[in-house]
């Protein structure tokens, strides 16, 4: 089955190249990026060194590709049959363990602080969670993508 990943408004590269790796490992046949999420080549081609440190070279294994906004991204791939999962904290979200890939699967995740806007949650066929138990709200992004990524390598 295949899985793949949508950045949007990430802003560290070194969450990024962290999930390049992370991606490739967990075996994601592609990464977009949107928004201002730093991208592995700058607009000059040139390699991004935070980006590339945290990847190590996963930036240059796994496809990936640009798109200024995501919701044409989404509609075409929904008419390809992908199901959008976004991974939020929301009213409307279940448990990330409860979550079985049926179809292939874009996994959505948004910025650092703000999360996933309310217009691209709207987008996604489903929310799905990282329950979480301590005093702290949220986990990193790039450890989020390792534990949803890992996950549904495990379920295909």
């Known amino acids: 089955?295949?899985?793949a990943v949508l950045l949007h408004n990430v802003r560290s590269a070194h969450n990024v190249g962290s999930i390049f790796r992370t991606a490739d490992a967990a075996g994601a046949i592609r990464i977009y990026l949107s928004?201002?999420?730093?991208r592995p080549?700058?607009?000059f081609g040139r390699a991004q060194k935070e980006i590339?440190?945290?990847?190590?070279?996963?930036e240059?294994?796994?496809q990936w590709e640009y798109c200024n906004t995501p919701a044409p991204l989404i509609t075409r791939l929904k008419?390809?049959?992908w199901n959008i999962i976004g991974v939020e904290q929301?009213?409307?979200?279940?448990?990330y363990r409860t979550f079985v890939p049926r179809t292939p699967t874009l996994f959505v995740f948004g910025n650092e602080v703000r999360g996933l806007s309310k217009g691209l949650r709207s987008l996604c066929d489903m929310l799905i969670e990282i329950p979480m138990h301590g005093k702290k709200e949220s986990l990193n992004v790039a450890?989020?993508?390792g534990v949803i990524l890992f996950s549904a390598r495990e379920k295909c």
């Not at 590339?52 to 996963?58: D, I, M, W, Y």
């Not at 929301?90 to 448990?95: E, K, L, R, V, Y």
Request: aromatic letters at 4%; zero cysteines; hydrophobic letters at 40%.
């Open 60 to 62: 240059r294994s796994i």
């Open 1 to 3: 089955m295949d899985v």
């Open 143 to 145: 450890v989020a993508a």
């Open 52 to 58: 590339a440190k945290t990847a190590l070279g996963a």
């Open 35 to 38: 928004g201002y999420t730093p």
């Open 90 to 95: 929301d009213a409307h979200s279940i448990d």
């Open 79 to 81: 008419r390809s049959g």
């Open 41 to 43: 080549r700058d607009r």
